[in-house]
T-cell receptor, first 110, second 112 residues
Framework: GIQVEQSPPDLILQEGANSTLRCNFS?????LQWFHQNPWGQLINLFY???GTKQNGRLSATTVATERYSLLYISSSQTTDSGVYFC????????????FGKGTRLHILP | DAEITQSPRHKITETGRQVTLACHQT?????MFWYRQDLGHGLRLIHY???????NKGEVSDGYSVSRSNTEDLPLTLESAASSQTSVYFC???????????FGQGTRLTVV
């Protein structure tokens, strides 16, 4: 099945810093999602981004499907950005079955 | 607003008991999924359904079962709970062939 790798696994930053999280996937996909799991365990949809670039406030995401990666950018980090960020893609030839990466744990220091 | 809800949010049960976790969505989505989340493993797929009367096994399906009798609900049953099934369980749904998935709040299950 498709492999999803996220990097870095852990990231500690000072408040106000910018960060880039990466998601690589092993096969062609026709969509990709980014989620934020907050410290209370909730999974929050950030982006549904098959290709191209989307922005939502301080967050933006870019997916280059032909090169099999996606990037999540967080600018001017706030402590509320702390948590784990997951990317998820559908398994090859089975568009409805979603496979998750292992996540990037982000800790923003005040 | 449409939503997906799980119940209970927390449960403690004893080894060997049957346990059922509920998942209810009002998105009218065809697809529903159950995942478990454990440290070091991320989210792993247990079972999934593409519609009423359809169920499929995921990568960690042993010891679990699901049934889909209507569009809104996909209950997850642990036939005989084991300590290895202590985990956080997430239910999700997505529209058929458009896989933006939406997740419930999670159920923390402890098997003692």
């Amino acid at each position: 099945g498709i492999q999803v790798e996220q990097s870095p696994p852990d990231l500690i930053l000072q408040e106000g810093a910018n960060s880039t999280l990466r998601c690589n996937f092993s096969d062609s996909v026709n969509n990709l999602q980014w989620f934020h799991q907050n410290p209370w365990g909730q999974l929050i949809n950030l982006f549904y981004i098959p290709s191209g670039t989307k922005q939502n406030g301080r967050l933006s995401a870019t997916t280059v499907a032909t090169e099999r990666y996606s990037l999540l950018y967080i600018s001017s980090s706030q402590t509320t950005d702390s948590g784990v960020y997951f990317c998820a893609v559908p398994e090859m030839n089975r568009d409805d079955k979603i496979i998750f990466g292992k996540g990037t744990r982000l800790h923003i220091l005040p | 607003d449409a939503e997906i809800t799980q119940s209970p949010r927390h449960k403690i049960t004893e080894t060997g008991r049957q346990v059922t976790l509920a998942c209810h969505q009002t998105w009218n989505h065809n697809n529903m999924f159950w995942y478990r989340q454990d440290l070091g493993h991320g989210l792993r797929l247990i079972h999934y359904s593409y519609g009423v009367q359809d169920t499929n096994k995921g990568e960690v399906s042993d010891g679990y079962s699901v049934s889909r009798s209507n569009t809104e609900d996909l209950p997850l049953t642990l036939e005989s709970a084991a300590s290895s099934q202590t985990s956080v369980y997430f239910c999700a749904s997505s529209e058929y062939r458009a896989t933006e998935a939406f997740f419930g709040q999670g159920t923390r299950l402890t098997v003692v």
